[in-house]
């Protein structure tokens, strides 16, 4: 299939922008079925932003259900399931290789 580059309207800043046809063909490879909706700075610009966003991780107090220790988790944790501090979730944790 042969692709052709594409004119697209960016919808955050309403800029043209060219949609490649080695971005298609890429696009096509991955199985993504819609266009980019926005240019490349507007694109850049949005995944910037969340990254800033997400920087400060709210963390919960919980006491370690193995060892007792006072810990925090990057959860809420739920009351049903067991929480453990770092030390102790490693050790249970099976090897990876």
Known sequence: MAFEDKTIVCKECGNNFVFTSGEQEFYAEKGFENEPARCRDCRDKRRRSRDE?????????????ECGKDTEVPFEPKTDRPVYCRDCFTAKRPARF
């Open 53 to 65: 966003s997400s920087g400060e991780r709210q963390m919960f107090h919980v006491v370690c259900a």
